[in-house]
Each structure stands twice: as C-alpha cells, then as structure tokens.
C-alpha cells in the first residue's frame, strides 16, 4: 500500500483543517508566555510612558493579584478574537483608564507600536510574523472598539 493513502495527508500538503486557528495561536502564546506576562507589563508600561507621560502610574501590575487581572485582561482578548462582545468588560475599563488619563484616538498607533514591541521582545524565539500579524489584529480591534476622543487642536498663535 502506497504510503499517502494510511496517513490522512502528507507532511508537504498544507490541510487547513489541521492548521492552528488565529485563537488557538494566540492562547498558546498566551499559555507559554505567562510567566513573563509581569516583564511584558513592565515593557509596554515603559515604552508606553516614554510617548505618552500621563499613563505613569495607569497600570497596576506590583502585586501578584494585579499581574494576573492584567494576565486575564489579555487571555480574554485572545480567546473573544471572533467575538470581541464577550470581551467588552475589559475594552470598557480600558477604555474608562485610557481616557482619564487624557489618551486621545491619535494615540493609538503609538500604543499599538509599544505593545507589539513589548511583546516581540519577550518572546524570544516564539516570535514570528504569524504571531505578529495576530497581536496586531488583537490590538487593532481592541483600539477599533473603544469610542476615545479626538485631539484638541491647539490655538494657533499670532505672530506679533
């Protein structure tokens, strides 16, 4: 018998079915980034200051308990990528921390960039451009979801 009529495909064929979704991708990133869930934190929340001071202070992540509200914040995200209503709680509080700090919608791609770095710099060999394009999609629909105001435009000043 011929070896590809036992095995339902062959190594070199490409079976959509057997392909991870961008979920399971995601949750398994998830699963085996965990314990460094507190050190991606910690980068976002460094990069993030750098551009955009007043989120000093906006993520509580010192204590173990606040680690992993973060920890779930994120694991819903990924696990609602289909149906990002299920993940409305966390986008609103987000959303609710994001604005009394005074981020406006012209941040978001600077947000996107520091937390996609983050990402991507803890983990290591895991990270690759599928892995890439699926935490933009995340961070794309999760900025796409929030209603954030747009900048003030500044009073343009008079030349004497």
């Given at each position: 018998?011929?070896e590809?009529?036992?095995?339902?495909?062959?190594?070199?064929?490409?079976?959509?079915?057997?392909?991870?979704?961008?979920?399971?991708?995601?949750?398994?990133?998830?699963?085996?980034?965990?314990r460094?869930?507190?050190?991606?934190?910690?980068?976002?929340?460094?990069?993030?200051?750098?551009?955009?001071?007043?989120?000093?202070?906006?993520?509580?992540?010192?204590?173990?308990?606040?680690?992993?509200?973060?920890?779930?914040?994120?694991?819903?995200?990924?696990?609602?990528?289909?149906?990002?209503?299920?993940?409305?709680?966390?986008?609103?509080?987000?959303?609710?921390?994001?604005?009394?700090?005074?981020?406006?919608?012209?941040?978001?791609?600077?947000?996107?960039?520091?937390?996609?770095?983050?990402?991507?710099?803890?983990?290591?060999?895991?990270?690759?451009?599928?892995?890439?394009?699926?935490?933009?999609?995340?961070?794309?629909?999760?900025?796409?979801?929030?209603?954030?105001?747009?900048?003030?435009?500044?009073p343009?000043?008079?030349?004497?």
């Amino acid at each position: 018998m011929h070896e590809s009529a036992t095995m339902p495909f062959s190594p070199t064929q490409t079976n959509a079915a057997t392909q991870p979704t961008q979920r399971q991708r995601l949750m398994a990133f998830c699963a085996a980034h965990s314990r460094s869930l507190f050190a991606i934190t910690e980068t976002f929340a460094d990069r993030f200051a750098a551009v955009f001071p007043a989120s000093r202070g906006m993520f509580r992540i010192h204590t173990k308990t606040e680690r992993f509200h973060f920890a779930c914040a994120v694991a819903s995200l990924c696990k609602n990528i289909d149906q990002f209503d299920s993940a409305w709680p966390a986008i609103e509080t987000a959303e609710s921390t994001l604005m009394s700090c005074g981020f406006t919608a012209e941040q978001m791609p600077a947000a996107r960039a520091c937390f996609i770095g983050a990402m991507r710099e803890h983990a290591g060999e895991n990270w690759n451009t599928q892995i890439e394009h699926d935490w933009c999609a995340v961070a794309e629909r999760f900025f796409r979801c929030m209603t954030l105001p747009e900048a003030k435009a500044k009073p343009m000043r008079m030349a004497a």
